[in-house]
């Protein structure tokens, strides 16, 4: 069932954590904002004293290799979005200002469940204003060798099926399909972390990533199985951070998103390239307003919710 109106946070939340490939300390401040704003980083503490506003929208990104990037380094870049983007798609929040100190957004454990219990601290409020939709018209397809990811219509819901297909017996082939809700997010798929493979880690270090890598905050692969002693917390934990990605990514469309998400063996590049796919035309896509239900005012939503190294992180 779509959402009705928007939402913002009821207060703002500070994070601190890691950036999992510059390896330094980051501070984050998530904070409420206007009807139809959207959400935007604020990226501070650039040379000379400068601030840099950067709308969350897939024309502000410019790298998808082992995270989703918007901004430029030239200017104030903001990398490794996905997992938080993810926790604010996923809990049906449209308005936040994202102020961050630092080049990369916190790692914390490699999943969205630490943005969830921060956003669970101040509460949700529903806004009065009605919210929009960008209402899929026309199937999209991108491929890239033998992965694929497509956009088909579905007028009642965002529908996403992720399948993954790895060479290595610890993970094989997985498939996870959900509609997404905030009580599917949260249950299903906000707690699964990023994932990669230790043999080869040197590679990624003398590339200058993965610097913050840890058990903490990866599943880390090696040759016989997970090296984390706590293990999985999903037996397909795998496939259900791909979606999680795919949440992430997909929310630089800018407005949440009625259709059919697909892919095979995926990732953060042909995330991105099926929005481009989408918004080649303008046929493709339509802007509605959800059919608004009979409430005013604000109203808190929602309050409880419920590591390692890798040549890539996904």
């Not at 033998?146 to 993954?164: G, S, T």
């Amino acid at each position: 069932m779509k959402q009705s109106h928007q939402t913002t946070l009821r207060a703002a939340v500070t994070l601190v954590g890691i950036g999992v490939h510059s390896g330094d300390e980051v501070k984050m401040i998530l904070h409420p904002a206007e009807v139809n704003h959207g959400i935007a980083f604020l990226r501070t503490g650039l040379p000379g004293g400068l601030d840099r506003l950067i709308d969350a929208r897939h024309l502000a990104v410019t790298a998808t290799e082992l995270c989703t990037v918007i901004g430029d380094r030239e200017s104030g870049a903001v990398a490794t979005i996905e997992h938080l983007m993810a926790a604010l798609t996923g809990l049906g929040i449209d308005n936040v200002l994202v102020e961050i100190d630092g080049p990369e957004v916190p790692i914390l454990d490699g999943s969205s469940a630490p943005f969830i219990d921060a956003i669970d601290q101040v509460g949700i409020a529903v806004q009065n204003a009605t919210r929009r939709y960008l209402k899929v018209l026309r199937p999209v397809r991108v491929t890239q060798g033998k992965a694929f990811a497509e956009l088909l219509p579905n007028e009642r819901a965002f529908r996403l099926d992720v399948e993954i297909d790895f060479p290595t017996p610890v993970i094989g082939r997985q498939r996870k399909a959900v509609d997404l809700s905030p009580s599917v997010f949260r249950r299903d798929i906000s707690r699964a972390r990023t994932f990669g493979f230790m043999r080869d880690v040197e590679k990624l270090w003398s590339a200058g990533f993965a610097l913050g890598a840890s058990l903490e905050n990866t599943v880390a692969i090696g040759d016989d199985g997970i090296m984390n002693p706590e293990g999985l917390r999903y037996s397909d934990e795998f496939v259900r951070h791909k979606l999680l990605d795919a949440v992430g990514d997909l929310s630089l469309a800018g407005l949440p998103l009625l259709g059919t998400y697909r892919s095979y063996c995926g990732g953060h590049r042909l995330n991105f390239s099926v929005l481009e796919a989408l918004f080649s035309s303008r046929s493709n896509y339509a802007i509605v307003d959800a059919v608004p239900r009979r409430e005013t005012g604000y109203a808190e939503v929602g309050s409880a919710a419920m590591t390692a190294f890798a040549p890539e992180i996904h």
